[in-house]
């Protein structure tokens, strides 16, 4: 979504994009996040609001940011046509490792259920906490896309993770992790991204039932305010003949 707004030259789309990186990891996520940087004295700093809305537009672009906590390594950083051609290549392939046993997910790795049905809700994986991020950017789009688009917009998801990032899916089981199927991961992600958006539209439904009962409320204070006015004038028209 980014990409394509870049390529089209639509500033106002990116800064848009990035606005929503920026509330969701420092708003929607709880506990709320905060973006670093490491200074050249090796110790952390918050990074301002003021900068970033450049530094989250950089690291969308995979440009190399001035920030290094955006920095990425040679193995991250290529060209989008090679990158396209790895998502087509990295589809037709299972995991590394397929059915491995690995005795705790790395920060980039999502974890699932025993099932590897559902994601684990479990605040402790930094990697599902990184996935609800990406999820919340992409949910919207999906509601609005077909079969085929869902489809797309979970393995990019997919591929994000495991082919830019190194990061697995695994599931957990009696407190060891499993490396799940690239298409068990897609069917994860495509679940996880259906309860979003239905989770989306039933609270956009109860909002708008409040909005009609706070209306209809409204209409009848109106009403009775106008019945009144009118009995006063009938009153007042009665005590003059």
Request: charged share 30%.
């Amino acid at each position: 979504r980014f990409l394509q707004a870049a390529m089209f030259g639509h500033k106002y789309e990116c800064q848009t994009i990035a606005r929503e990186v920026y509330d969701t990891v420092c708003k929607k996520c709880i506990p709320n996040g905060r973006f670093f940087e490491k200074g050249r004295n090796n110790k952390w700093h918050q990074i301002g609001r003021d900068r970033l809305a450049g530094v989250i537009v950089k690291a969308l672009k995979n440009e190399p940011s001035e920030c290094p906590s955006f920095e990425r390594s040679s193995k991250q950083i290529c060209r989008r046509s090679s990158r396209s051609a790895l998502q087509c290549k990295a589809e037709s392939k299972e995991l590394p490792s397929l059915g491995a046993f690995v005795p705790s997910p790395h920060p980039f790795d999502v974890v699932c259920d025993a099932n590897g049905l559902n994601l684990s809700q479990d605040s402790r994986y930094t990697g599902n906490n990184r996935l609800k991020v990406i999820l919340d950017i992409h949910k919207k789009k999906y509601g609005t896309s077909d079969q085929q688009g869902k489809q797309s917009i979970a393995k990019e998801i997919v591929s994000s993770i495991v082919d830019d990032a190194s990061g697995h899916f695994v599931q957990v089981q009696n407190s060891t992790y499993k490396q799940m199927p690239r298409q068990s991961a897609i069917a994860c992600i495509s679940r996880a991204l259906d309860k979003a958006t239905e989770a989306e539209k039933q609270q956009l439904g109860e909002s708008e039932l409040k909005k009609l009962v706070q209306r209809k409320r409204n209409k009848a204070i109106l009403n009775r305010i106008e019945n009144r006015k009118r009995s006063k004038q009938s009153l007042g028209s009665f005590s003059k003949s």
